[in-house]
């Protein structure tokens, strides 16, 4: 089972390999590839830093204790109809996403997020919509 919070929960369908640092990128790939290949993985949604945030780089400002992260967090999960807490499996969380969610709801919900002009996480909603999963990353 994978502690993730809430934002994290986007930032998986927009992964393509690219993070913080080479610790991070392999947590982080590791985490994605494992519910990639094994959807009912379980996922407890907990509040603050979670086992993605273990790996980010210490550089000073912590980045994961961040107040628009947690409002990000939040702001995501209500989206979902999901909370803190529970125990769901990446596939439930993908029918969530399915069923809640749209592309252009990044623009919004992720507004401050440096990674947001990517583009990568509508792809990544629009693949779920499309019940292709996760993308492969090497």
């Not at 995501?76 to 592309?103: A, F, M, T």
Request: hydrophobic share 35%; glycine share 8%; charged share 25%.
């Amino acid at each position: 089972m994978y502690k993730l919070r809430g934002h994290h929960l986007f930032c998986l369908l927009g992964y393509r390999g690219m993070g913080y640092s080479k610790e991070y990128v392999e947590n982080m790939t590791k985490i994605h590839q494992t519910l990639r290949a094994n959807p009912e993985t379980l996922i407890q949604l907990v509040k603050g830093p979670d086992q993605l945030c273990e790996k980010y780089p210490n550089s000073g400002e912590y980045h994961c204790q961040d107040a628009n992260i947690y409002i990000r967090d939040a702001a995501i999960l209500e989206q979902l109809g999901i909370r803190i807490g529970q125990i769901l499996s990446w596939k439930d969380i993908v029918e969530h996403i399915r069923n809640h969610v749209v592309p252009s709801d990044i623009q919004s919900v992720c507004e401050t997020c440096s990674w947001r002009a990517y583009g990568v996480c509508e792809e990544g909603v629009q693949e779920m919509i499309d019940g292709k999963g996760l993308r492969e990353v090497k």
